[in-house]
């Protein structure tokens, strides 16, 4: 979900081509970036303990947090956090 920058990026970099930005472009740009901004709003409204962790693990799985950075957290967390990604990892095969 976060590879919205790319998306616009890549939608206006064709549209210079054609040296022209359509209003078509315009409404589907404003579209995604919408779209961003609710999946951020349901992330992020009303954050609180019992939310944490999902959170964390959006974040993982949208590739904002590292390896590096889940080092950074006490034993129990990264561990809890690893086995998360362990099972999205079986998930996926």
Known sequence: MLDLSKKIENSISSQ??????????????????????????????????????????????DKILSREDINRFDEDMRNELLNAIKLWDSDSE
């Not at 349901?42 to 944490?52: A, E, I, K, N």
């Open 16 to 61: 210079k081509k054609e040296e022209k930005i359509s209003h078509e472009m315009y409404l589907k740009l404003y579209k995604d970036v919408k779209t961003f901004d609710k999946h951020l709003a349901r992330r992020y409204d009303d954050l609180r303990g019992s939310t944490y962790f999902l959170v964390l693990l959006g974040l993982i799985y």
